[in-house]
C-alpha cells in the first residue's frame, strides 16, 4: 500500500477507538494502550465522505536496545503513524514522522519530501497476513528500529534492493536486444498486450520486420553510474522529475538525449509525419553495496512516453522546424528549448527479456549446454521430450519422424488442433519457435530415419553427438545397431500400458549396441518377478482410422508426462555416464509409487554365419556354464531363447531354460525332457508380446571334454534343422564345453 501522504484531506481527530469504523485500527489502538513501549499519541481518520475509508494511529515507539548515539541516527523514541484501510489483503503502512529521519535500508521513500515509509517484512503480504496479528506487528515495529539502529537490518548475504517499486507495466525485451540494438539501422515495433484485471500491461519491442501489426517506437538506452543500494523509489511521474532524479544520482539523462536525438536527423532532416508513435528510454542501473565495492546486479527500469523521437527532440529545442521537416537546431539562430519537455508523461515499466538459452538452462539448473543431437521420433514421447529439452535449453535437436499429426493424436501429443495435418517434425519444431523466440531452434526433418543412406537422414546423423531412438519401433534401433560410424544412440519408450518405461543407452564408444542391450532387457523381463506384467497391454486399443493398421493403444497422458518427465533427465544422466546402461522405471497406476529396476550390462559377441549373424552377450554365456556347473559331473541342457530379424539377417540369443525335470542324463549322454517346457517358453513370450520364442537347443559337454560336436550332437542338429524349416527358420545349437562355448547352425536346403 502506497498512501499520498502529502495530499490527505479532510483529516479530522477522534477521541478514542470507538470512532474507528476499521476492525484492524480499533484492534491496534487497543493493543497499544496495553504494551509498555508504546504510546498512543493522537487517533484520526478521513472524513466519512472519503472514497476510501482511512484511519490513522500516531504512536510513539521506545526501543531498549537502539544503541545510543549510533551512528544510523535511530533515536530511542520514535514517533510513527499507522495508516489501515478497510483492505484485509494489504498491509498496515508505517510511516515515520520525524521530518530528519535518516534514509535507510528496508525503506519505501515515497516523494520527495514525504514521510519515510518503514518496510517491515521480506516475505510476500499474503503470507503475513497469515499469521498477522496486532501485537506481533508492534513487536515488529520495535524490532526494525533495533536492527536498523545496529545496521543488521539487512544481512550480508542477502542481495542488494532494487532501486524502485514494482509497476503494473511491464516492457518485454527480445532475448537478444543487446545484439540487435546494435545491428546497422535496427528499428524495433511496439505491440502491447489488452489490459488486465488490475489495469496492467505488458508492453513487447521486437525487430519491427517480425510484425506487420507493431507501431514504431523510438529506444533510447542510458546506463548510469553504479547506486549504493537503499531506500526504494516510486517513479517519477513526467519527464522533468525523471531527469531531475537521475541528477541528483549523478547521472545525466538530458545531454545524452539531446545528442542521440541530433545524431537521428541528417543533414536532409526528418519527415514529422514519418515520427515514431512512442519513445522509451531504457535505463540500467549498477547497484552496490556500498560505495567503492563491486556491482552485485543491474537494475533495468524504462519509461514510456506517448510522443515520437522527432517531436521530442523539437520540445528539448535539439531540432528545429523548416517548412515541413526537422532538422539540426545545432548553431541556428533563434531555436531555443521550451519547458513543455518536463511536462511530457512517462509511465514506468519493468524491463524483462524473453528467455535466452543460456537463462533457460540456468532456471533449470543446467550447467552445460548438452550434445548436438537427433531425435528419433516426434510422437507421444518424443513430442514431450523435445518440449522440456527445448525449455530447458538443453542440446541442440535436429527431429525427424515421417507421420504427420492425426486428430486422435492430440490426446497424447504435445500438438494443438491447428496441427492436425502437419508433419510431426514440424509441429514441434513450430512450437519450440512460440516458446523460445528464436533463441534456439529445433530442425523438424519430415523423413524415415531407417533410410539412412539418403542425404536428408545422413546429413543430421553425420553431424549429431547423440541420437535418441523415441521411435517406439523395433526397426531403428536395431537397423542404427549394424551401422557403424553412428553417433551413440539411447533409446527410450513407454510400455504398451503406460505403466513402466525404459531407458537402454549405448556406451560412449558403442562397444555395447542397442541391439543386445534389447536382449539383455528381455532377459530380465523373463528372469524377474516384476517382468510379470511389465509389458502387459493395460486398457486395451482403439480404432484410430479406416485401415486394419489404424490400431492405437489407450494410454492416459498423465502417465506419457510422468514417465517423460523422468526419462527427460535420465537421458541427460546417461549420456554424461560413458558405460552402458539399461535402466527400467514401473510405477503403480493407482498409488503412483515408482520402482526403479537396473539391469547389469553384459559385452556382446557375434558369431557371423553364411547367411546370418548370431549374437549373444556374456550374460547368457555366464548362466549356461553356471548350469553346466551345477550338473557335473552329467551333462545337462535345455533350450535357447531369443528372435530372428531377418531383413537384418541376424539372430540373437535372449536367454536359455534349464532341463526339464523328466530330463535323463549321465557323464556322457543327455536326452531332454518336456515336462513344463511349453509352458516356460510360452511365458517368455508372453512376457515380450511374442518377441522372444524357441529358437534351438543347448546341452553341454563332460569334465575334460571341449564343445566340439560328436556325431550325436550333428545328428541332433540336423533334426532340429528339419523342425525348423517348417517355419522357414535355420536351426541353432548351443555346446558348453570345459573352457569353450560353439554355436552351430542347421539349415535345410530345399
Keep these: 500500500m502506497a498512501i499520498e501522504h502529502h495530499v490527505l484531506e479532510n483529516v479530522h481527530e477522534v477521541e478514542d477507538d470507538s470512532g474507528f469504523v476499521i476492525p484492524r485500527a480499533r484492534a491496534l489502538a487497543s493493543a497499544v494502550a496495553r504494551q509498555r513501549d508504546f504510546t498512543l499519541v493522537q487517533l484520526l481518520k478521513l472524513s466519512d465522505a472519503a472514497a476510501v475509508p482511512l484511519e490513522i494511529i500516531v504512536i510513539d515507539v521506545e526501543s531498549d536496545r537502539v544503541p545510543p548515539g549510533n551512528k544510523f541516527g535511530i533515536f530511542y523514541r520514535e514517533r510513527v503513524a499507522l495508516f489501515v484501510t478497510p483492505d484485509v489483503n494489504e498491509m498496515v503502512e508505517v510511516v515515520a514522522l520525524r521530518i530528519d529521519f535518516p534514509t535507510m535500508i528496508h525503506q519505501n521513500h515515497g516523494v520527495i519530501g514525504a514521510p519515510a515509509s518503514l518496510c517491515l517484512f521480506f516475505e510476500p503480504t499474503a503470507d503475513v497476513l497469515r499469521t498477522w496479528t496486532p501485537q506481533k506487528f508492534l513487536r515488529r515495529i520495535q524490532w526494525w528500529f533495533e536492527m536498523s539502529a545496529r545496521g543488521e537490518l539487512h544481512p550480508s548475504d542477502q542481495p542488494v534492493e532494487h532501486l524502485f517499486f514494482s509497476s503494473k507495466y511491464e516492457l518485454v525485451l527480445p532475448w537478444n536486444f543487446g545484439n540487435l540494438k546494435q545491428g546497422p539501422g535496427s528499428k524495433f515495433g511496439f505491440t502491447k498486450t489488452t489490459a488486465r484485471a488490475d489495469g496492467g500491461l505488458t508492453f513487447f519491442i521486437n525487430e519491427q520486420s517480425r510484425s506487420h501489426l507493431a507501431v514504431k517506437v523510438a529506444c533510447f538506452d542510458f546506463t548510469l553510474t553504479p547506486v549504493v543500494h537503499g531506500f526504494i523509489e516510486r517513479d517519477p511521474s513526467d519527464l522533468g522529475a525523471l531527469v531531475d532524479f537521475l541528477s541528483q544520482r549523478g547521472a545525466d539523462l538530458k545531454t545524452p538525449l539531446q545528442e542521440d536525438l541530433k545524431s537521428r536527423v541528417g543533414t536532409n532532416g526528418v519527415d514529422p509525419s514519418q515520427d515514431e508513435s512512442y519513445t522509451i528510454v531504457l535505463l540500467h542501473i549498477p547497484i552496490v553495496r556500498a560505495a567503492g565495492e563491486p556491482v552485485e546486479r543491474v537494475n533495468h527500469r524504462a519509461f514510456l512516453m506517448a510522443i515520437g523521437a522527432s517531436s521530442l527532440g523539437e520540445k528539448l529545442g535539439v531540432l528545429f522546424r ?397 533334426q532340429l534343422a528339419v523342425g525348423m524349416s517348417e517355419d522357414g527358420l535355420p536351426a541353432v545349437q548351443l555346446i558348453v564345453g570345459e573352457g569353450d562355448i560353439q554355436v552351430l547352425q542347421g539349415v535345410v536346403h530345399l
Excluded at 523422468?566 to 498409488?591: G, M, N
Excluded at 549374437?615 to 548362466?623: L, M, N, Q, T, W
Aim: glycine fraction near 8%.
Design 322 to 718: 523548416h517548412g515541413n521537416r526537422l532538422y539540426d537546431a545545432s548553431g541556428v539562430m533563434g531555436a531555443e528549448e521550451s519547458t513543455e519537455w518536463r511536462k511530457e508523461v512517462v509511465w514506468p515499466m519493468e524491463v524483462l527479456h524473453r528467455n535466452s538459452v543460456e537463462a533457460a538452462r540456468a532456471q533449470s539448473g543446467i550447467a552445460l549446454p548438452g550434445p548436438s543431437g537427433v531425435l528419433v521420433g516426434a510422437g507421444t514421447l518424443g513430442s514431450a521430450l523435445i518440449n522440456l529439452w527445448g525449455r530447458e535449453g538443453w542440446g541442440q535437436w535436429t527431429v525427424i519422424d515421417k507421420d504427420h499429426v492425426k486428430p486422435h493424436n492430440l490426446s497424447r501429443h504435445v500438438a494443438y488442433a491447428d496441427s492436425v495435418g502437419y508433419p510431426k517434425a514440424s509441429v514441434v519444431s513450430a512450437l519450440h519457435d512460440l516458446a523460445m523466440d528464436g533463441a534456439s531452434k529445433v530442425m523438424g526433418i519430415e523423413a524415415d530415419a531407417c533410410n539412412l543412406s539418403s542425404e536428408t537422414v545422413a546429413k543430421p546423423m553425420a553431424v549429431a553427438q547423440l541420437v535418441v531412438d523415441a521411435s517406439a519401433t523395433l526397426q531403428y534401433p536395431r537397423l542404427a545397431s549394424t551401422v557403424d560410424g553412428l553417433a551413440r544412440h539411447i533409446s527410450v519408450y513407454l510400455t504398451p500400458s503406460g505403466n513402466a518405461s525404459v531407458l537402454l543407452a549405448e556406451d560412449a564408444g558403442r562397444d555395447v549396441r542397442l541391439r543386445t542391450l534389447e536382449a539383455q532387457y528381455y532377459r530380465a523381463v523373463i528372469e524377474n518377478n516384476w517382468g510379470e506384467s511389465h509389458l502387459d497391454r493395460g486398457q486395451g486399443n482403439f480404432r484410430s482410422g479406416a485401415s486394419c493398421r489404424d490400431i492405437s493403444m489407450v494410454m492416459p497422458y498423465p502417465r506419457v508426462m510422468a514417465h517423460a518427465s523422468t526419462l527427460a533427465e535420465q537421458v541427460q544422466i546417461a549420456s554424461a555416464l560413458s558405460d552402458p546402461v539399461i535402466r527400467i522405471w514401473q510405477r503403480h497406476p493407482v498409488s503412483g509409487a515408482v520402482a526403479l529396476y537396473e539391469v547389469p550390462v553384459f559385452p556382446e559377441r557375434k558369431l557371423a554365419f553364411d547367411n546370418l549373424d548370431l549374437y549373444f552377450d556374456a550374460g547368457v554365456e555366464a548362466k549356461l556354464k553356471a548350469l553346466r556347473e551345477a550338473a557335473l559331473p552329467n551333462e545337462t541342457g535345455g533350450v535357447l531363447l531369443g528372435y530372428f530379424d531377418l531383413p537384418l539377417k541376424s539372430v540373437c540369443i535372449v536367454d536359455c531354460l534349464g532341463a526339464p525335470m523328466d530330463s535323463k542324463a549321465s557323464a556322457v549322454t543327455f536326452e531332454r525332457g518336456i515336462e513344463g517346457l511349453a509352458k516356460a517358453v510360452e511365458e517368455a513370450a508372453r512376457r515380450t508380446t511374442g518377441v522372444v520364442g524357441y529358437i534351438g537347443e543347448w546341452h553341454s559337454h563332460p569334465k575334460g571334454h571341449s564343445a566340439s560336436p560328436s556325431k550325436d550332437d550333428l545328428i541332433q542338429l540336423a
